[in-house]
Every structure is written in structure tokens, then in C-alpha cells.
Nanobody
């Protein structure tokens, strides 16, 4: 599967962005999907995950209440709505697809659970 992210940009503190990730090559309808981010000089970190049927979501603590992950299986896509953006949200955001089925959502924080990655989209939040 190929994943392509879009929707990043330069925004100010408090602004919102909606990231999109469209898949091609195969359906992602049976895949748990995740968003990760990598800030300059830091390791890539987990942001959010959503189960294949969208019944379960999981977020890292720093984005809870501000970010919302969603998906549209008919479009073979997953989204990340980011509200109340902060400078510390500045990073390259990556979409990822997992081939594992039935794992607890807490497990999906690990990058090792994902076998397909996009190239990322840059989000920059100015203060």
C-alpha cells in the first residue's frame, strides 16, 4: 500500500489544520491506522490511532482534547483534525498502516506495529 499525506502548512498558535492520508494499492479498510510525528532533532513519536471500523481511537496525552483522528474507508483515507495548535506541535506528520489485527489500541503506539508509511507532511506552528 502507498500512503500520501497532505494538509500540512504554516499556521499560528491556536489555529487548526486537517491532515489527510490517502491510500492506494490496496484497501486500508481492514487496517488499524496511525498518525505519528517527528519534530526537529527528536525521534518520531506516536500521535493517534484508529481501529479499522473506527470504533476505537487512541491518543497520546499531549494531543487529547485537541486532535481527532477519523477515517473514511470508502475513500481509502484517514484524517487528523488538529485544533488549538501549539508551537510544540511543529513536526513532520506521518500516516501509517498496520497489518496487525485485533491488537489492543494501546499496542498501536509502537512504530513496530506498522508496516506501511507515508513520506510525511510538514506542520509548522508559529508563536
Amino acid at each position: 500500500v502507498q500512503l500520501v499525506e497532505s494538509g500540512g502548512g504554516l499556521v499560528q498558535t491556536g489555529d487548526s489544520l486537517r491532515l489527510s492520508c490517502f491510500a492506494s494499492g490496496r484497501t486500508i479498510g481492514s487496517s488499524t491506522m496511525g498518525w505519528f510525528r517527528q519534530a526537529p532533532g527528536k525521534e518520531r513519536e506516536f500521535v493517534a490511532a484508529i481501529s479499522s471500523d473506527a470504533s476505537s481511537t487512541y491518543y497520546t496525552d499531549s494531543v487529547k482534547g485537541r486532535f481527532t483522528i477519523s477515517r473514511a474507508n470508502a475513500q481509502n483515507a484517514v484524517f487528523l483534525r488538529m485544533n488549538s495548535l501549539k508551537p510544540e506541535d511543529t513536526a513532520v506528520y506521518y500516516c501509517a498502516a498496520s497489518s496487525f489485527v485485533g491488537r489492543p489500541m494501546g499496542f498501536m503506539q509502537s512504530q513496530s506495529m506498522y508496516n506501511a508509511w507515508g513520506l510525511g507532511t510538514q506542520v509548522t506552528v508559529s508563536s
